[in-house]
């Protein structure tokens, strides 16, 4: 049982915009920034967005993140097929001391 | 390249200990923050437990609290983690990762990962 609830799955056409949600409580996104990771088969994980909303170098504008309260949101738009994958939100914990992870939403492009 | 390369995994029997390296390169590893992070087959990221720059600050998940010991070497540029009393639930890919000097926790620079098999 993940701290963070993501829905397991999501899916949308090519070209079309898409929104993956994470929700959490005051002690992890409520108080703290949310980062989004990207999980491509058989491979590590992958820095989509951190500070809620701030990309890394190299990560196209297509993706971004919002934060409200204890509920996050990663938008994924000019959906690709390359953008199959696995996507975790996570957030640092206060209670705990350590980041904790959403359960990860598993993106099909049809 | 900036790179972190794992090592160490494998198969033990449940109550056994295995140590797993995390090698880093291209960067200046004492300047950061360094994690483990694992994820069962099949299943999420579970954060494992993180180690701060100079060692004098360490936490751990729940889960392998008194099981699990990180530990780094600045000179070698390496990081550690001594799993004992091991279960069939830290089964695993682990992966070390370089928390980010951005964002609160993130870990901006992932190994490939070295699998671990508790099982008789």
């Known amino acids: 049982q993940s701290v963070l609830t993501q829905p397991p799955s999501a899916s949308g056409t090519p070209g079309q915009r898409v929104t993956i949600s994470c929700s959490g409580s005051?002690?992890?996104?409520?108080?703290?920034?949310i980062n989004w990771y990207l999980q491509l088969p058989g491979t590590a994980p992958k820095l989509l967005i951190y500070?809620?909303?701030q990309r890394p170098s190299g990560v196209p504008d297509r993706f971004s993140g919002s934060k409200s309260g204890t509920s996050a949101s990663l938008a994924i738009s000019g959906l690709q097929s390359a953008d199959e994958a696995d996507y975790y939100c996570?957030?640092?914990?206060?209670?705990?001391?350590?980041?904790?992870f959403g359960g990860g939403t598993k993106l099909t492009v049809l | 390249q900036v790179q972190l390369v794992e090592s160490g995994g494998g198969l033990v029997k449940p109550g056994g200990s295995l140590r797993l390296f995390c090698a880093a390169s291209?960067?200046?590893?004492?300047?950061?923050?360094m994690n483990w992070i694992r994820q069962a087959p099949g299943k999420g990221l579970e954060w494992v437990s993180f180690?701060?720059?100079?060692?004098?600050?360490?936490?751990?998940a729940d889960s392998v609290k008194g099981r699990f010991t990180i530990s780094r070497d600045n000179a070698k540029k390496l990081m550690y983690l001594q799993m004992s009393s091991l279960r069939a639930e830290d089964t695993a890919v682990y992966f070390c990762?370089?928390?980010?000097?951005f964002g609160e926790g993130a870990s901006d620079i992932w190994g490939q990962g070295t699998m671990v098999t508790v099982s008789s």
């Open positions: 180690i701060s720059v100079g060692s004098s600050d360490t936490n751990y």
């Open positions: 500070n809620n909303n």
């Open positions: 005051s002690s992890n996104i409520g108080g703290n920034t």
């Open positions: 291209g960067f200046t590893f004492s300047d950061y923050y």
């Open positions: 996570a957030a640092w914990d206060d209670s705990l001391n350590g980041p904790v």
């Open positions: 990762a370089r928390r980010a000097k």
